[in-house]
């Protein structure tokens, strides 16, 4: 029977575990990959579609109605919902470019702090602790400054130079750890400046693609049925759509249009004689169906 042996590697050759900010820090940056590829892909289908509108059967013609401005706002809006996108993936990617608050960014920024570094001066006013027992930066930087020249006061006299290297060894763990607060809170807070402009510029997009959306793709005009001079006499045109038809010069003699829509027609010249009109009432009684060509 063999047996096997499993060995496991020295502390000393195992990666060191991510610190909890370091990780944080990651699903931050994998959630800004994630809004890039998002507003890559609404980009990419509102190409796409592009291709299957008929946007190229618009004519190019002034804006002076509505089919003529169809082809403005289509380009209008095309623009608008690309720009969009193009503005939502730059500030995505933004949050994704490498970035480090020094402790002498936080000094500087402690009594004045400007609008980006406003919220993380907040964050350590809220946790004196993140400070590392220090009151300010300041404070801080001003005491590694102090044991750097002790250390080159011990290199001309030593007495304990060891102590000294330990205790700049502790201070400059200490600003790494302040340094790491600031940034993830800076990270965090551009993360969420991201989040509302990506929320405007996805309502704005969306707005761009339905003004494409309905300009590129007109409905589809529906034939005029062209009946003039024609003869009726006698026919059953109950129900009948008649919409918008051009009837000049029609015999309507002894028809019945009961039902039928005759909205928006052209009825000059046209014979009413023993008709009944769309709405039941007869030519007769007013000697024309004309004031009753829609259904009841």
Avoid at 118 to 141: H, I, W
Wanted: proline share 7%; hydrophobic share 45%; glycine share 6%.
């Amino acid at each position: 029977m063999t047996t096997e042996r499993f060995h496991s590697l020295p502390a000393a050759d195992l990666p060191p575990a991510p610190s909890p900010l370091e990780v944080a820090n990651n699903r931050i940056r994998d959630a800004a990959k994630w809004l890039v590829a998002s507003s890559a892909a609404v980009g990419a289908a509102m190409l796409a579609g592009s291709q299957l509108s008929d946007i190229g059967e618009l004519p190019p013609a002034l804006p002076d109605s509505v089919e003529h401005a169809r082809l403005w706002v289509a380009v209008l809006g095309a623009v608008l919902a690309l720009t969009s996108v193009v503005f939502a993936i730059w500030t995505a990617v933004r949050i994704l470019l490498p970035q480090l608050i020094h402790l002498s960014d936080l000094a500087e920024a402690w009594d004045a702090p400007g609008r980006a570094m406003a919220p993380v001066v907040q964050q350590f006013r809220r946790n004196p602790k993140y400070l590392q027992g220090f009151p300010a930066p300041a404070e801080l930087a001003r005491r590694r400054e102090e044991l750097v020249r002790q250390q080159r006061e011990e290199a001309a006299e030593p007495t304990d130079p060891a102590r000294v290297v330990a205790a700049i060894a502790d201070v400059d763990e200490r600003i790494t750890a302040v340094e790491d607060i600031a940034t993830h809170e800076a990270l965090k807070t551009q993360f969420g400046r991201a989040m509302r402009r990506f929320v405007a510029a996805a309502a704005i997009a969306a707005t761009g693609i339905v003004a494409f959306a309905w300009a590129a793709n007109p409905p589809d005009k529906t034939p005029v049925a062209d009946l003039r001079n024609g003869r009726f006499t006698g026919s059953v045109l109950r129900d009948a759509d008649l919409t918008n038809a051009k009837l000049d010069h029609a015999d309507f003699t002894g028809a019945d249009l009961t039902g039928a829509d005759l909205t928006g027609a052209s009825v000059t010249g046209v014979v009413w004689s023993r008709t009944i009109c769309p709405d039941g009432t007869r030519s007769d009684v007013d000697g024309t169906c004309a004031g009753h060509l829609s259904p009841e």
